[in-house]
């Protein structure tokens, strides 16, 4: 019996490859067709993307295309040819509005570009991206059953973007560029002010604010050791029991000693 078995699974799978090849070669679309659907509902995107690429042209526009579209759309984003499905998707939005499909084309469209989005420390021209797009689509369906997928994938995606500014600005501040890591620092936390690095950010704008200070000529020693002193009331009006309380403290101590010579 176990042989038998495995001789028709044989059997099948080598019909299987026969009719995708031959549906391949076929002009018949209604052939590619039956062949695309059997090799999706199968699972083998792969083929079936194959057949599908064919078959677009003589179905783009046509009603008959909504099934062929969607399992094109959902075979792209099954085997993570995103920019292709996350393209597809949104033909398929734009295409056949009236579908029931289109919401869930809709948010698997934005889902697509979401996943474009690269880490943190490289070029967010994608991430921005897809937050517009998941924007977008919670704008469209506030009540959809994928709002609390859409509304995590936001979060997500505009984390990394904070992540992305406030790195920026402690860069500046690691190559020693103490004014633009203060400017940068400033303009993050006026534009994140409920950010989970809050703490940091205001640590390193006094940091900044410190080193800029302390390396000055004579003429801008005492105003900038002034303003450095604002900075660390800041960081500790913000949280007394700082993580950074002892470095904080030890600036405090040496600008306090700067500001005693002009005080003579």
Known sequence: MRKLISVLLVVLFFYSCSEYQTALKKEDVAIKFDVATKLYDAGKYSKAIRLFEQLAPAYRGKPQGEKLFYMYSQSCYKTKQYYLAGYQFDSFVSGYPKSEKVEECAYLGAQSYSMLSPVYSIDQTDTFKAIEKIQGFIDRYPNSQYIAEANATSRKLNDKIERKVYENALE???????KSAIIAFENFIADYPGTAYKEKALYYKLDSAYSLAINSVPSKMEERLNTAKIYYTNLVKFKPNTE?????????????????????
């Open 172 to 178: 500046y501040n690691r190559i020693s560029n103490y």
């Open 244 to 264: 950074y309380k002892k470095k904080a403290d030890g600036m405090l101590a040496q600008i306090d000693v700067e500001l005693q010579k002009y005080n003579k």
